[in-house]
Structure formats: C-alpha cells, structure tokens
Nanobody
Framework: QVQLVESGGGLVQTGGSLRLSCVASRNIFTVNAMAWYRQAPGRQRELVANITSSGNTNYADSVKGRFTISRDSAKNTIYLQMNSLKPEDTAVYYC??????????WGQGTQVTVSS
C-alpha cells in the first residue's frame, strides 16, 4: 500500500500563490503517472495536472499558464506550484499515483481556499 501525504494548502487571497507537495512512500519515478486532482463542494473530482514517468506534463485548460507540476524523484515528491489563484480554484486538492500495473493510490487531500 503506497502512502501519499499532501501538504501546502491554506487560505490565500485572489492573485496569490501556493505550492502543494505530495510525498510518496515509494519511488515516484517508476510509475505510470502521478497527478493532482481537485474537488470543490458539490462538484466531481477533476484532473488538474499530471506528470508521466518520462516527465511529460498535462494540464486542465482552467489552470494552464498558472499552475506547474514538477517532481523530485530523490525525495519521492511531486509539487504543484499555483500562481495567480482565483476563487474558483478553491477545492480540496488530492495527489494520485498510478503504478505501472495500473494500481491507483490517493492521498488524503489538502484544502485550498482562495478569498475574493
């Protein structure tokens, strides 16, 4: 069982920045992909960004140009740098790991609140 622990959430004003971290209990390099999702109240969980084992990244249209996903394999950690935050970015942000065998692990989530 892979453990994923997110941190870095909090309350920030519109236009501010936050950096989320997700530390995995296992190597993050030899995986299919790792990703950040978010879920706002009353809405479905949605993909924010992902990064594959080869380092390719993909972003939701709503965050392109504002968010950056990155990884530090030596620390088994992925990051989500969030700039120019908007109230509609308010959500619980989750880290997801997909193993090479297709097994999925989720973190417990970290709350991000953007005030207007």
């Amino acid at each position: 069982q892979v453990q994923l622990v997110e941190s870095g959430g909090g309350l920030v004003q519109t236009g501010g920045s936050l950096r989320l971290s997700c530390v995995a209990s296992r190597n993050i390099f030899t995986v299919n992909a790792m990703a950040w999702y978010r879920q706002a109240p009353g809405r479905q969980r949605e993909l924010v960004a992902n990064i594959t084992s080869s380092g390719n990244t993909n972003y939701a249209d709503s965050v392109k140009g504002r968010f950056t996903i990155s990884r530090d394999s030596a620390k088994n950690t992925i990051y989500l740098q969030m700039n120019s935050l908007k109230p509609e970015d308010t959500a619980v942000y989750y880290c997801k790991r997909v193993s090479l065998a297709g097994l999925v692990s989720w973190g417990q989530g970290t709350q991000v609140t953007v005030s207007s």
